[in-house]
C-alpha cells in the first residue's frame, strides 16, 4: 500500500467542519490503495472539541508537534467565551488585528519550525509516496510546498477556503497582500495538483495562476452513510427547523429573523409547534426579535454524532 503524508492543522481532538474531511480521508483512502499518515499540532485551547471523532482516525498514524500559536495565547489571558472569538476572527478586534498583521500567510506560522522538524523525520523514516496538505491554515501550504522542493516528492495542496478575498485571509495593507499573491503564485505554480472543495474557489485560485489548469480539480465535501446509520434521531415533539454552523460575517440571520417576527405577528398559531434551532451558537443574536425567542434556540458546538441525530430529526434545513 502507498503511503501519503498529509498536513492537517485541525485534527481531532479539535471539532469544527475543516476537522471532518481529514478524518474521512483516514477511513476512505486505505480503501484506495493509500495508507495516510498524519501530521499535526497538540491539541490546542480551542472553543470546539469532538472527541469522538479520534476512533475514527485510529487506523492512522498521528504524529503531534508544538507550536507557538500568538491567538492561543492571546486567548489565555483575554478567556474569550465563543461568541467574542467569532467576533474577533469575522470583524477584527484591536489585539487580533495587532497580532494578525504581522503573521503571514497566517497566525498558525508559529507552527511552522515545529512541524517541519518533524515533516523532515518522517519523510525519512515513513518513506511517503506523496504529500498532501490542506488549508486553513495556509501555513501548511508553506510546509508541503517546502517538502516537495526539498525531497521532490508529489505533492498535493488542498482548498478548503481561498487563499486571496477569504473571509479569513488578513490582507489589512498593499505589502499583506503583494506578499500573500506572491506565496500564492509559488504554491500553485509548484504543487502537482491543487484541489478546492468548491468552484468558487478553484476560480479565486486560477485567478491567482492560471497556467497548467488541468492540475485544478474540485472535490466538494460530501457526506458519510455510516455515520446516519449509527445514529437515532433526537426526540423532538415539535416541528424541527434547524440550523447549523456558524453565524457571523456572510452568514447573517437577520433577515430570517425579520421574517419570522413578521409571520409571528400576522399568525402567532403559526409558530406554536415550531421550534427554531442553532447549533454552534450558544448566545442569542442582537437582533432576535423578542415575541419569536420562545420558538428559537441556540445551542453550543455538539459531538458530531450528536449532530446527526439533530439533522436526522429536523423537518427542514437552514443555509
Do not use: C
Not at 50 to 58: G, N
Not at 115 to 135: C, E, G, H, M, Y
Not at 144 to 165: C, E, Q
Not at 207 to 236: T, W
Request: aromatic share 14%.
Amino acid at each position: 500500500m502507498k503511503k501519503v503524508l498529509i498536513i492537517a492543522y485541525y485534527f481531532p481532538p479539535l471539532g469544527m467542519g475543516g476537522v471532518q474531511r481529514v478524518v474521512k480521508w483516514t477511513k476512505y483512502l486505505p480503501q484506495y490503495g493509500w495508507q495516510p499518515h498524519i501530521l499535526t499540532v497538540k491539541p490546542i485551547r480551542y472553543y470546539a472539541y469532538d472527541e469522538t471523532l479520534l476512533k475514527e482516525a485510529a487506523g492512522s498514524p498521528i504524529y503531534r508537534t508544538g507550536s507557538f500559536d500568538p491567538t492561543r495565547i492571546l486567548a489565555k489571558l483575554k478567556k474569550p467565551d465563543f461568541t467574542e472569538k467569532k467576533r474577533a476572527v469575522s470583524q477584527g478586534s484591536f489585539w487580533a488585528s495587532g497580532i494578525r498583521q504581522f503573521f503571514i500567510p497566517d497566525s498558525k506560522i508559529g507552527w511552522y519550525p515545529f512541524a517541519w522538524r518533524k515533516l523532515v523525520q518522517l519523510i525519512r523514516q515513513v518513506q511517503p509516496d506523496a504529500i498532501l496538505s490542506t488549508s486553513p491554515p495556509l501555513t501548511a501550504h508553506l510546509l508541503g510546498m517546502k517538502a516537495k522542493v526539498r525531497f521532490n516528492l508529489p505533492w498535493l495542496a488542498d482548498f478548503r477556503d481561498y487563499w486571496l478575498g477569504g473571509e479569513f485571509v488578513y490582507t489589512p495593507t498593499g505589502i499583506h497582500r503583494f506578499l500573500h499573491r506572491k506565496l500564492a503564485v509559488r504554491a500553485l505554480q509548484t504543487a502537482d495538483a491543487v484541489v478546492s472543495v468548491s468552484d468558487p474557489i478553484q476560480q479565486s485560485l486560477l485567478k491567482i495562476k492560471a497556467s497548467a489548469a488541468q492540475k485544478y480539480f474540485v472535490i466538494p465535501n460530501g457526506f458519510d452513510p455510516d455515520d446516519f446509520e449509527k445514529v437515532q434521531p433526537k426526540n423532538n415533539s415539535e416541528k424541527l427547523f434547524l440550523y447549523m454552523g456558524s453565524l457571523g460575517g456572510a452568514n447573517d440571520p437577520g433577515p430570517f429573523f425579520r421574517a419570522l417576527g413578521q409571520l409571528g405577528q400576522r399568525n402567532p398559531a403559526v409558530l406554536k409547534n415550531w421550534k427554531i434551532l442553532f447549533i454552534g451558537q450558544p448566545l442569542a443574536p442582537q437582533n432576535l426579535p423578542a415575541h419569536v425567542a420562545e420558538q428559537v434556540e441556540f445551542v453550543p458546538y455538539v459531538t458530531h454524532p450528536a449532530a446527526i441525530g439533530y439533522l436526522k430529526a429536523a423537518a427542514a434545513l437552514l443555509f
